[in-house]
């Protein structure tokens, strides 16, 4: 019985200590990363608008979020990118050419580029983006994603650490289009 009693006080010590505001920080965007795209022309460092970008598999066809497999969001849509965006001081989305005093981008990792919020699980490797001008102004192409290229926005400092060497994480995937 004493044994019994050790373990349960052992457990509620873990369990209590656990439950202490700071002892266990998380982070607004646990299991979640993001897929970041500047999409421009050569000498040209603006991104394009209004294009169609999807994640693509082997074949070419467009990736379905079945049941949330690949991202939290638009289950069972195909796994399309949207432009980041400006908010103003209510976080209320502006609308194009518009100002207000204190502007900043919703997601403010990304500022003005392509971005898809997809699961930690994605496995980026396996699959492609595919950027196509619905003007007909660019050539369409697909380009293969690696998991390097994910936005992994909660980490650890010995993840960080890790990571001193090779190529930054966090960084745009470029996308240079070329004109028809």
Not at 95 to 116: I, S
Not at 139 to 160: F, G
Request: aromatic share 12%.
């Amino acid at each position: 019985m004493k044994k019994l009693l050790l373990l349960f006080v052992v457990l509620f010590g873990i369990s209590a200590k656990a439950q202490i505001p700071g002892s266990s920080m998380h982070c607004g965007y646990d299991f979640t990363s993001y897929l970041v795209l500047h999409v421009h022309e050569q000498g040209n460092e603006d991104n394009i608008k209004n294009l169609k970008v999807t994640v693509v598999d082997s074949l070419g066809r467009d990736l379905i979020n079945v049941n949330n497999m690949y991202s939290w969001s638009n289950a069972n849509k195909p796994l399309e990118f949207s432009l980041n965006y400006k908010i103003d001081d209510n976080n209320k989305r502006l609308v194009e050419g518009a100002t207000v005093t204190k502007e900043r981008w919703f997601f403010p990792f990304a500022k003005d580029n392509y971005l898809l919020s997809v699961a930690n699980t994605f496995k980026a490797d396996s699959f492609s983006v595919k950027v196509e001008d619905t003007t007909g102004t660019y050539k369409p192409v697909i380009i293969q994603l690696y998991a390097y290229n994910m936005y992994v926005l909660c980490s650890n400092e010995s993840r960080d650490a890790a990571m001193k060497f090779g190529r930054k994480m966090n960084k745009p995937l470029e996308i240079v289009l070329e004109k028809q």
